[in-house]
């Protein structure tokens, strides 16, 4: 199975955009997905199909992809926002997820 | 309300076996996939298995083949975990999730976990 690279951790402060990043090759055929981590709590979808917002999302979530990699962004950002970031993807084997991304709310 | 429930978990000797639970409610539970997910203490997510919705079809990943099997009672809307020959790097946090992967709209509904401990 492929392998997807996150940055172990992004900083940002209050108000400003953060982008996440999740590369591998098979994202240049397969969709990704993303799923917000808080502490203590089950991860939850964010975005899927690369881009597209479950309802109840926040329209400061967003989701882009180019060639073998995604990104997510989060404009405006805002002190709940900090969590544990996951992209997800598949291939033939089945599924697989990026190590995961902390943001932090400076 | 979709929900998802995982129970089983507990403290268990290197090598021994356990089986994980996951009762579904609020959906029609022979419609979907499931899955399931495990985090170690500290670590990222890592998926584990799924099921088709049917039951027929399960894939795992390389590391959890022949140890680990994946089954589902759809009379029961539940699906479950079988564990064997438990290693202390089994240590984590097992989740299962509505897989709608194949619909291309992600792992859905996750349930709140539960804590598998490996360890003498």
């Known amino acids: 199975s492929y392998e997807l690279a996150q940055p172990p951790s992004v900083s940002v402060s209050p108000g400003q955009t953060a982008r996440i990043t999740c590369s591998g090759d098979?994202?240049?055929?397969?969709?990704a997905y993303w799923y917000q981590q808080k502490p203590g709590q089950a991860p939850s979808l964010l975005i899927y199909?690369?881009?597209e917002r479950p309802s109840g999302i926040p329209e400061r979530f967003s989701g882009s992809s180019s060639g073998t990699t995604v990104t997510l962004t989060i404009s405006g950002v805002q002190a709940e926002d900090e969590a544990d970031y996951y992209c997800?993807?598949?291939?033939?084997?089945?599924?697989?997820f990026g190590g995961g991304t902390k943001l932090t709310v400076l | 309300q979709v929900h998802l429930v995982e129970s089983g978990g507990g403290l268990v000797k290197p090598g021994g076996s356990l089986r994980l639970s996951c009762a579904a409610s609020?959906?029609?539970?022979?419609?979907?996939?499931m899955t399931w997910i495990r985090q170690a203490p500290g670590k990222g997510l890592e998926w584990i298995s799924y099921?088709?919705?049917?039951?027929?079809?399960?894939n795992y990943a390389d590391s959890m083949k022949g140890r680990f099997t994946i089954s589902r009672d759809n009379a029961k809307n539940s699906l479950y975990l079988q564990m064997n020959s438990l290693r202390a790097e089994d240590t984590a946090v097992y989740y299962c999730?509505?897989?709608?992967?194949?619909?291309?709209?992600?792992?859905?509904?996750w349930g709140q976990g539960t804590t598998v401990t490996v360890s003498s």
């Open positions: 999730a509505r897989d709608r992967l194949s619909a291309h709209e992600g792992m859905d509904v």
């Open positions: 609020g959906f029609t539970f022979s419609d979907y996939q």
């Open positions: 099921i088709t919705s049917s039951g027929s079809y399960a």
């Open positions: 098979a994202l240049a055929k397969q969709y």
């Open positions: 199909k690369d881009s």
């Open positions: 997800q993807s598949v291939d033939i084997s089945g599924r697989v």
